[in-house]
């Protein structure tokens, strides 16, 4: 009988465990379409271009360039480097 107890507690714990993982997995995915950003627009690093200029001449909200050039490295741009202009996250 003690088993029998054991083993549904095991049992439930392990539901458990699985609908958390599945849970977290699944609220990551929530509006995010297929999670990788699509760009319509590219545009070529100029000398001396700094993400901040490229935010600034394309009017775009710096949380959505980021996220539409999402390995971006602002601290090692180079000359004619594409950078997404336009698109969606």
Known sequence: ???AMSNNKVA???VLCLFLIFSSIESRQLGTGNGKPSCDFTYAVKPADTCADVIEDFALDSDFFFSINPNINCD???V?????VS???
Not at 80 to 84: I, K, R
Request: hydrophobic share 70%; aromatic share 12%.
């Open 1 to 3: 009988m003690a088993l």
């Open 12 to 14: 439930m714990l392990l």
């Open 76 to 78: 090692a741009l180079f």
């Open 80 to 84: 004619d480097q594409w950078l997404c």
């Open 87 to 89: 698109g969606s996250a």
